[in-house]
């Protein structure tokens, strides 16, 4: 178990350096103003989910035969080689766009303003060295639940710290905290939307495997495949929306990101209203099995509302933080992530795969909390629009 958990912990610090990272690349693609740069972010988001899809096909088969070790090994490799794509590869092709376009490859500069923070990093490691060591021999107690439930409470606490600490510095201007603003609102709603999509490995899962006809033209699907249907429609739907975006852009039609929030919240909240009459099918029937289509649709609806508000976060990221703030905003924008996970353990551990009575109760909870959100969103989407263009109009006129 030690070296599971230090393999978790690598994993985690990875992706914390990997993802902040490669998404303020891309917003760094795109000049100020343009147009397309929510397209491109969903374009990216396809892309990622590529990986996603593949995942979950290639894993499933190992994890089935019980080969964990080749499961694990995989992703390793994919790892791997996707460090070696960028390294000999990807760099280059950046490089040479942004020379191209008159781009400053921001990816390649260093800033004065952080120079101890490799000191930072290294008392980090350090820190979380020595309690390994601790937990690992023993003399220190290792509850995973609790560690939980308190990493929600102290990245919430973090996140809330760092946006008071920035609204009183007096290196930002005003137009600079109302951005900060913007983005710890959007942050937010990324909180509470995630809470409830991330049912889909708990409720959702649980629903697949025991309450749904698996049985598909003779064929018996295995659960984890539902899992492969999220990426799936986001490969296909992607191309679509991006589309959608740039489309409503030239006709001066675009709607804000707080706009597009409230739509994910909405067609996440129609996914979940899907469930509960699935739920309640299932409590009607006797014993009987539900269709797999009420998973494919509530899915479906899912996936559109992911794409609506997770790509458009990242974006809005890159498009309000201040000068030099970038990576630090999409730092928090994927604390944000992590937030609705924990959120979404604790009311997905509250549902028992032999209590199906609690599902509609769990499914109807989870679409009021995304309706609320999104009016909320929406109320709040016009008066700070306008707070910020007028912002920006006496900022230049100054």
Request: glycine share 10%; net charge positive; with cysteine.
């Amino acid at each position: 178990m030690t070296l599971f958990f230090v393999g978790l912990m690598c994993i985690v610090l990875g992706s914390g350096l990997f993802k902040t990272c490669i998404s303020v690349m891309v917003g760094t693609l795109y000049p100020k103003g343009d147009a397309r740069r929510d397209s491109g972010f969903t374009l990216f988001y396809m892309g990622i989910n590529i990986g996603a899809l593949l995942a979950a096909l290639i894993v499933g088969v190992f994890k089935e035969k019980g080969m964990w070790h080749v499961g694990f090994g995989v992703g390793g490799l994919g790892m791997l080689a996707s460090l070696l794509i960028y390294r000999f590869s990807a760099k280059k092709t950046l490089n040479r766009y942004a020379r191209a376009k008159n781009i400053t490859p921001e990816w390649e500069q260093t800033t004065g303003r952080f120079k101890n923070v490799g000191r930072w990093v290294g008392g980090f490691l350090a820190l979380l060295a020595a309690i390994t060591v601790l937990v690992s021999t023993g003399i220190m107690p290792f509850n995973p639940e609790m560690v939980a439930q308190y990493m929600t409470y102290l990245i919430a606490a973090v996140v809330i710290l760092y946006f008071a600490v920035m609204f009183i510095s007096p290196r930002l201007d005003k137009t600079d905290k109302l951005r900060l603003l913007i983005c710890f609102i959007l942050i937010i709603g990324s909180t509470l939307f995630w809470s409830s999509f991330e049912q889909q490995p708990t409720s959702f899962n649980l629903f697949a495997d025991r309450y749904t006809d698996l049985n598909v033209l003779g064929f018996e699907v295995p659960s984890i495949w539902f899992q492969s249907l999220n990426p799936l429609f986001i490969l296909i739907l992607a191309p679509i929306i991006s589309i959608v975006w740039v489309k409503l852009a030239n006709r001066g039609l675009e709607p804000n990101s707080m706009v597009k929030f409230a739509l994910g919240m909405l067609f996440a909240a129609a996914g979940f209203a899907l469930m509960i009459f699935a739920s309640k099918s299932i409590l009607t029937s006797d014993g009987g099995l539900a269709s797999p289509l009420w998973l494919v649709g509530s899915l479906l609806l899912l996936t559109l509302g992911e794409l609506a508000l997770s790509p458009v976060g990242l974006s809005a990221m890159t498009k309000l933080a201040p000068k030099g703030m970038q990576g630090q905003m999409m730092g928090l924008f994927f604390a944000s992530l992590a937030l609705g996970n924990l959120v979404a353990a604790f009311f997905g551990g509250q549902v028992s795969a032999d209590k199906i009575e609690g599902l509609p109760g769990l499914f109807t909870m989870m679409t009021i909390f995304l309706v609320v959100t999104a009016v909320v969103l929406l109320a709040l989407a016009k008066p700070i629009n306008n707070m910020l263009q007028k912002s920006e109009r006496a900022d230049k006129l100054s």
